[in-house]
């Protein structure tokens, strides 16, 4: 009996310690992380998000829209951050419960234009740890009044 008993305990250890996933690096568990939700990014042909060099922090950056694009592009200010764990995206946890709120604005990014937009997170996501992670951005490609196609742009960074 006795030794039903340890072979069942090292048993529930062994089920309970290896259902956690971890981050190698960071030890972080992602079994309360939800996986990304976007298969397609980066898809919106001659539109780009990059990270403007120097402007990571771990509760912030600035990245420049750029679009070569023959038509004006439409972006509002909702982002996601994501993590990447074992070569996965993990859409990165808010720091409060519920649902963030976002004005809802459009801004205009007019073909031929490059501009900068900064992102101070702390409010949301509170100070990120180091890692790999990524922003994802919507974009909006108006057809016709009431018509629009929506994209996603992804920009990486590491914070240190």
């Known amino acids: ?13 062994v089920l309970v310690g290896c259902s956690e996933e971890l981050d190698d690096q960071t030890r972080e568990p992602t ?42 592009i439409i972006y509002g200010e909702y982002y996601l951050l994501e993590k990447k764990i074992k070569g996965k ?12 709120a976002f004005n809802d604005i459009g801004y205009s ?17 509170g100070s990120i740890d180091h890692g790999e992670y990524r922003i994802v951005k919507e974009m909006l490609d108006f057809r016709n009044a009431g018509g629009y196609d929506k994209y996603h742009l992804t920009a990486e960074f590491t914070v240190d």
């Not at 009996?1 to 250890?13: D, P």
């Not at 720091?95 to 963030?100: E, I, L, V």
């Not at 937009?117 to 409010?123: M, R, T």
């Open 1 to 13: 009996m006795k030794r039903i008993f340890i072979v069942l305990a090292v048993i529930s250890f």
């Open 31 to 72: 079994t309360d992380w939800e996986q990304t939700i976007y298969g397609t990014v980066n898809n919106l042909e001659g539109v780009t998000m990059i990270v403007k060099e120097g402007t990571v922090t771990s509760t912030g950056l600035t990245v420049t829209f750029e679009n070569n694009y023959n038509k004006q």
């Open 89 to 100: 995206w993990y859409q990165v946890p808010f720091a409060f419960d519920g649902n963030p």
């Open 109 to 125: 990014l007019d073909s031929s234009v490059a501009k900068e937009w900064q992102v101070k997170w702390e409010g949301l996501y």
